[in-house]
């Protein structure tokens, strides 16, 4: 067993809904242990800037529900640079912290990874990002809310788009990834999923478009992800339009995508997640991220986590592509 008798919680990067229970777990499973717990407020600017919260166990209560971080979030520009860590180390060491545990996306894990390596601080990642982005673990914390909250949308634009007889093109979160963009255009019955990790082909989707008027369909759901077209689904539509001359209209779904309650799903894997990282550092563990295999939680080095891209289910585009013509 280490010596860990004092950890540090924060949120880092975009916040995602489920990271309150990842915090519950982390400060209520540290508390059962006989450790001290604290906070640190927007993430590592809160180490930086020394605002740290003493996290009781009524500190998180009536949480588990709620989406954003109680503990705020920021990305830290100061803490990319080396004497930016270093002061993160030396508070950390005045307040008597023995580990980290960061919840967030990669950025954040590099950032942990860093603060382990060049400053020698225990750390543990656990991943909260509604982009499912993170190689090692089947599903990150906040991706299967944001999921169905866009999907929620879809299905409504779908009414109007019926009615009106238009081509909707409705732009989700993704700027690399478009894990998002396949789920929701799968299970919102999308004519057409634009990707960040295939190239985008205007011409295809207009004969898509055409081929699917000509057999009696009067409207289409076009799903694009943020970073899959130069210019966004606005410019994609745009040219779409131009080639074919289509009645169309643009919905983009942004931040919405990034709040409101976590689903079930999403608070089990970060209950789940939370209780096995403050386990990990009391066995001695470091440098390792929590991810889930098959519902089930397992411990991934860092460095493998942020180690290249995840490869997104394209099985998912064929289905889609097949089953909505
Ligand atoms: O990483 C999460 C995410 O929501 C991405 O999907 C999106 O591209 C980005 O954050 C948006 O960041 P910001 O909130 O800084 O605009």
């Known amino acids: 067993m280490a010596d860990v008798k004092h950890i540090a919680v924060l949120t880092s990067g975009g916040d995602a809904p489920g990271m309150n229970a990842a915090i519950r777990a982390v400060v209520r499973t540290g508390l059962a ?35 954003g971080t109680i503990l705020k979030t920021s990305r830290s520009d100061d803490f990319m640079k080396p004497e930016g860590r270093a002061t993160a180390a030396r508070n950390l060491e005045a307040e008597g912290i023995d580990a980290v545990v960061g919840i967030g996306g990669d ?11 060049e400053q020698g601080v225990r750390v543990v990642g656990v991943p909260g990002t509604i982009d499912n982005d993170i190689t090692g673990t089947d599903n990150t914390i906040g991706f299967d809310t944001a999921v169905n909250t866009a999907l929620e949308s879809i299905d409504k634009i779908r ?15 993704g700027r690399e990834c478009g894990a998002i963009a396949l789920e929701v255009g799968l299970s919102g019955g999308a004519e057409a999923i634009i990707v960040p990790e295939v190239p985008a082909d205007v011409d295809e989707t207009c004969d898509l478009l055409t081929r699917g008027k ?32 289509v009645d169309y209209r643009v919905s983009i779904l942004g931040h919405v995508q990034r709040g409101g309650s ?40 860092l460095e493998k986590a942020v180690a290249g891209r995840k490869t997104v289910d394209l099985e998912l585009l064929k289905v889609a592509h097949i089953i909505s013509q």
């Open 214 to 245: 000509k057999r009696g369909k009067t409207s289409f759901i076009v799903i694009v992800a943020e970073g899959a077209y130069k210019g966004g689904a606005a410019t994609f539509a745009k040219e779409v339009s131009d080639r074919i001359g």
């Open 159 to 173: 009414d109007t788009a019926q009615s009106h007889d238009r081509v909707f093109f409705i732009e989700v979160m």
């Open 107 to 117: 950025g954040t894990f590099r950032g942990l990874i860093d603060l382990s390596r």
């Open 33 to 67: 242990n006989d450790l001290r717990v604290t906070g640190a407020v927007r993430g590592y600017r809160g180490l930086i800037e020394r605002e740290f919260v003493e996290m009781g166990p009524t500190s998180v209560s009536n949480i588990i529900q709620t989406g």
């Open 262 to 301: 976590p689903t079930s799903f999403d608070r089990v894997i970060a209950s789940l997640s939370g209780r096995e990282a403050v386990n990990a550092l009391l066995a001695g563990k470091n440098g390792q991220m929590v991810g889930v295999e098959c519902g089930r939680v397992v411990l991934v080095p």
